[in-house]
Nanobody, 117 residues
Framework: VQLVESGGGLVQPGGSLRLSCVAS????????MSWYRQAPGKGRELVAA????????DYADSMKGRFTISRDNAKNTVYLQMNSLKPEDTAVYFC???????????WGTGTLVTVSS
């Protein structure tokens, strides 16, 4: 099983980034997918989640209107489009796969997003 995030980097405040997470080794379309983040010195927090078929998404309040989660089950990939980035969005971003019925969870290793001028 692998979850490999990419797309992080250094961006100026107000800029945009698109993160990707490619999954392998499990039935991607059966799993709810989420993005979490962990800022320096802080705990991991939920950013956004999307249902297995992609029909419904939910966001943390501070990300609503700025971030969009989406998925392509044919490509085993989940995305996070981040717009209007702020310095406080600086964190390592992780993707997570969850199959609720069996409580199976997989995590990626993360990609670093730095928002700074």
């Amino acid at each position: 099983v692998q979850l490999v995030e990419s797309g992080g980097g250094l961006v100026q405040p107000g800029g945009s980034l698109r993160l990707s997470c490619v999954a392998s080794g499990f039935t991607f379309s059966s799993y709810e997918m989420s993005w979490y983040r962990q800022a320096p010195g802080k705990g991991r927090e939920l950013v956004a989640a999307i249902t297995s078929a992609g029909g419904s998404a939910d966001y943390a309040d501070s990300m609503k209107g700025r971030f969009t989660i989406s998925r392509d089950n044919a490509k085993n990939t989940v995305y996070l489009q981040m717009n209007s980035l702020k310095p406080e969005d600086t964190a390592v971003y992780f993707c997570r796969a969850l199959r609720s019925i069996s409580h199976i969870t997989y995590w990626g290793t993360g990609t670093l997003v730095t928002v700074s001028s």
